[in-house]
């Protein structure tokens, strides 16, 4: 049965494929609030076209992308393209409030871009927190025929090469999430009257499908990472969450009689049927592309008998396996990294090999722990850009963020002091108005055109911020490269003084992507640098939904020098306004 219903998007995914060669390509996205049951559980939640996640929007690079959304939601949305650099397009990165005007109920708005990338990325609602509603989908733009491919540097049979190129032009799409019983509004309205800052979620969902997985406390103690456990220090509660945020969050105020019931604690299982994967060994490769669409969780993710790896909110990997294992079923496992003992689970099964008996060995268990020692875990700073680039060798501008709670357990900001104000969704957006008053108590940087800028993120663990998860920094526009990292407090008023001073902390080859990960623990700092190559507003945030939406973000007011008039440019029916 299961089967059955994976294979109907993956079908459709196929017609648009062969219906999209054009390099002009439309799409019309209906948003409507519905009820429905990922795991099982009825709830109100969004879908996009009837479907969730909604459906994936697959297209070639150097395509002329237009994208209308219909707002048939009882509350503003926005759209944003997660990762797409929107060259020349500032107004179309889906953010209310900073790049468009929230997008009101009964109102439609049109993005346009151009594919000027290739690889995986996604869709998401960009107005308060609507991911946690379901408002996300995948995007994948196939490389021009004239891009190198990377695939001789796997094998140098050209069967194999081909296989594998096929393999990228048609990949299995794997959106990941966390879900909640609550709303998103629900959500923030426990921390604001609670005072927590909450993690814990009822499922872990691949491609929009999972379970209520109900354990015994004792039994999800132990499956925590021993470093967890020597901080959390207390028997988990039935959803294997930390029953005591009290000692970690700082001493603020905290109500724990407002949590809602079954939020923290209070698990009662529920079964759906799970996302069903079907491989074909003929095809010698599959290209399993992961996209991490969770509200609040980082991830491990893991396929039985390969290589596992971290994946943080909002990041993408595409991973290239080789059909060579008997034809059976093999589990796909997703844990929760750190502040929730929880997985979720999907099934890769052989064309052929659906009756087979074999059990596939996990190479993690449901606490996300390795179970054997032969397992290799993924690297995330090894992975340099293909081909190879670098960034200028030294930067213009220098800027140093000290990353902490502010005024509760559960508001954030990036410099200590200023935060997104909790309003940014209903502000006049700053790029019709770079002077918009809204703007006067935001953190935000104002960068020249054509010019580098060095950011270092710097964690600080003195109380009252006490523990900080590791914040996945997300940055629109184009990307950044992380330059580097390390232990300790960034004392240097440069990066060539820290390179100075401290070369071992800098990379050769540093990665270049959209979302960074700070530390997990101790004082700590990251550094990246990027070019400003495409004047307009953009935001550099935290991407976990509670931490955004309570102010962990920067504004980015970037080439302001040369900014578009954007009335003239787009009309479009809210930007005016
Ligand atoms: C998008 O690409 C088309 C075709 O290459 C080009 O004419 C157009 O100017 C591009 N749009 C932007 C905003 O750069
Ligand atoms: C762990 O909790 C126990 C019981 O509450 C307490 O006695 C002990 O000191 C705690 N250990 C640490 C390392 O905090
Ligand atoms: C997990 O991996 C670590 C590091 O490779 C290894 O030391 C440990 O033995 C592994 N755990 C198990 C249960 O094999
Ligand atoms: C990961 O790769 C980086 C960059 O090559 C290297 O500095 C670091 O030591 C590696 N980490 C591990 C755990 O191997
Ligand atoms: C944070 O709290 C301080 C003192 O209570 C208050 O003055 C300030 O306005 C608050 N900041 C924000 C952004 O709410
Ligand atoms: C909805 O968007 C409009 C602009 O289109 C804005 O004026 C209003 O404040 C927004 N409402 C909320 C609740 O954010
Ligand atoms: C880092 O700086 C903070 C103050 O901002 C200080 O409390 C802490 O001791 C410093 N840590 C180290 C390792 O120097
Ligand atoms: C901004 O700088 C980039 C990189 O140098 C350049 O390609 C682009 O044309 C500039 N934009 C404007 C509007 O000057
Ligand atoms: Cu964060």
């Known amino acids: 049965m299961a089967r059955t219903t994976w294979l109907a998007p993956i079908v459709a995914a196929i017609d648009l494929i062969a219906s999209v060669q054009a390099a002009h390509v439309h799409y019309t996205l209906d948003l409507t609030w ?37 707002n048939h939601l009882p509350f503003n949305t926005s759209v944003h393209f997660h990762g797409i650099e929107q060259k020349n397009t500032p107004w179309s990165d889906g953010v209310s409030g900073l790049s468009q005007w929230g997008v009101l109920p009964g109102a439609s708005y049109t993005y346009n871009w151009n594919a000027t990338q290739y690889g995986t990325y996604w869709y998401h609602s960009h107005d308060r927190s609507r991911i946690m509603d379901g408002l996300y989908g995948a995007i994948y733009i196939r490389p021009s025929p004239d891009r190198d491919s990377p695939f001789s540097m796997i094998s140098d049979d050209p069967d ?8 990228r032009d048609n990949p299995y799409l794997v959106t990941l999430s966390d879900w909640d019983h609550l709303t998103s509004d629900a959500y923030m309205q426990a921390e604001r009257e609670s005072g927590y800052d909450i993690f814990c979620s009822d499922s872990i969902l691949v ?72 491989v074909d060994s003929n095809a010698q490769w599959a290209s399993f592309n992961f996209i991490s669409a969770a509200a609040l969780k980082a991830l491990w993710v893991s396929i039985d008998e390969h290589p596992i790896m971290p994946l943080y909110n909002g990041q993408r990997y595409s ?76 930067a213009d501008e220098f800027h140093l963020l000290t990353l902490g709670r502010i005024n509760s357990s559960w508001e954030w900001t990036l410099d200590g002091t200023t935060f997104l104000p909790a309003n940014l969704a209903s502000m006049e957006p700053a790029l019709i108005n770079p002077k918009s008053p809204g703007l006067d ?11 580098w800028v060095d950011i270092v993120f710097q964690l600080v663990i003195p109380p009252p911020t006490l523990l900080q ?3 996945p920094i997300h940055k629109h526009s184009n990307k950044a490269f992380l330059i580097g990292s390390s232990q300790g407090n960034f004392t240097w008023n440069s990066i060539d003084d820290a390179v100075r001073a401290s070369p071992q902390s800098f990379f050769d080859t540093p990665v270049y992507r959209d979302t960074f990960t700070t530390s997990p623990a101790g004082a700590a700092w990251i550094a990246i640098r990027y070019h400003v190559e495409n004047p307009g507003a953009f935001l550099l945030h935290c ?8 102010g962990m973000g920067v504004v980015l007011l970037d080439g302001v020098d040369v900014w578009p008039d954007v009335h003239s440019v787009k009309g479009g029916s809210h930007m005016g306004q």
């Open 34 to 70: 519905k009820r429905g049951s990922p795991n099982g559980v009825e709830r109100e939640m969004i879908f996009v076209n009837d479907q969730f996640p909604g459906p994936s929007l697959i297209m070639d690079e150097g395509d002329e992308v237009s994208i209308e959304i219909n």
């Open 160 to 167: 194999d090469i081909e296989a594998m190129e096929n393999a």
């Open 207 to 278: 491609n929009g499908k999972g379970s209520v997985i109900c354990k015994d406390p004792e039994e999800l103690t132990n499956l925590q990472p021993p470093q967890i456990r020597a901080v959390v220090n207390a028997t988990l509660t039935d959803k294997g969450c930390d029953p005591n945020l009290l000692v970690l969050q700082g001493d603020w105020a905290h109500h724990p009689e407002k949590l809602p019931g079954g939020l923290n604690s209070g698990c009662v299982p529920s079964e759906a049927p799970p996302s069903v994967f079907e």
């Open 319 to 394: 991973v290239m396996v080789k059909l060579d294992q008997d034809p059976a079923s093999y589990q796909m496992r997703v844990a929760g990294n750190g502040n929730q003992v929880i997985s979720g689970f999907a099934t890769i099964t052989y064309k052929g090999g659906e009756n087979s008996q074999h059990e596939s060995v996990p190479y993690i268990d449901y606490g996300g722990i390795n179970t054997t020692s032969s397992v290799i875990v993924l690297n995330d700073t090894s992975l340099p850009p293909y081909p190879e680039i670098q960034p200028a060798t030294y």
């Open 441 to 451: 108590s935001s953190l935000k940087i104002e960068t020249k055109n054509n010019t």
């Open 469 to 471: 998860p590791p914040h």
């Open 543 to 550: 991407h976990m939904e509670t931490h955004l939406a309570s």
